[in-house]
C-alpha cells in the first residue's frame, strides 16, 4: 500500500509533503508524491507535443524536483508525473493504482497559519474520495524522523461517528499509534442542550464525558480481538466560548492526526458550513483524516 501526495505546481508543497512521510513512516507503506498533468489529456495523435502542453510538463516535473529534497531516506518514496482530464480525477487515478491507503493535500494558499484550509482540488476530493484524505495545515512541519504519536477519533454521538471510533481502532490496534476519543462543542451549546443554568456547567460536562465514554466503550468491547476493555480508552472533552477555544482546551500531541468523519460521495455537501464536522476541520490544530463512509465500511468488514 501507498501514501500519495498530491503534488500543486507553483504552491507550496510542504506541508502535504511533511505530513505524507509522517504518515508513511508510521503505517510503514511506501510514499507516492504525483503531479498531475491535465495538459496530456486528451492525448494528442500527432508524433510531437504542443510548447503549452511542453511547458505545463516542466512546471510538474519541477515542482517535483522541489519535492525530492525533503524525501528522506528511511521511507520508500517516488515521484510520479500522470495524465488526466483534472487534478482531482487524476489523483483518485493515481490512488487507484497505487493502492493508496491515504492521500494527502495541501491546504489553500490564502488559508491562516497553522490551520487547514480547502482549496478547489481538496474540496472536491472530498466529495468523490472513496478511501480517507489527509489534510495539511497551513506552514505544517515535523520534526526529521517523527512518527504519529496518537490518532485521535471526533465522536459527536452519530451513528456515522460510532462507525469512525471503531474505525480508528483498528487503524490504531494494525499500526501501533495509540488512540484516543475527543468530542467538543462551545460551551453555550452543551449548556443550552441541557437547559440548565450556568452554576451548573461542570456537573452537564462531567455528565456529557460519563455518557460519552459508555457508548464508546460499548462500541469498542464489542469487538474482541481488539483486546479493549470498558474504560481503556482515553476520552477527552474539548469546551469553551467558542469552537477554536474548544478545540484548544484538549492536549495535541507532535505529531497527531484526527480523524474525522464524513458521509462518502458528496461529503461536504452533507457537512455544512454550520455543523459540528465543519467546525471542527476549521479550528483543528492538528492535520485533519476526513474518512468517507464507504472507507469506515471497510474498516468495519475488517472487524466482523
Known sequence: M?????IAPGQDNRPAVELGIVLARSYGHRLVAAAIDSAAWPMSPVLFESEYQKRLRSVAEAALDEVR??????????????GARSSRRGLLEVCQKENAFRLVVGPAADGKPGRIALGSVSTGLLHSASLPVALAPVGYRAAPGARLRRITAAYSGSSTSADLILGAAVVSAESGVPF??????PRSRVISAAGVGLDV?????????NVIRRDTDEILCSIDHLHIKPGETDVAIGTGPDWASALTAVQWEDP???MLGSSGLGAIKRVSLGSHAMRILQHSPVPIVVVPRRAKSDYTAAVV
Open 2 to 6: 501507498s501514501i500519495v501526495v498530491g
Open 180 to 185: 484516543r476519543i475527543a468530542s467538543f462543542a
Open 69 to 82: 529534497v525533503f524525501l528522506p531516506d528511511d521511507i520508500e518514496s517516488e515521484c510520479v508525473i500522470h
Open 201 to 209: 456547567e461542570s456537573s452537564v460536562i462531567d455528565e456529557w464525558a
Open 256 to 258: 497527531e492526526v484526527m
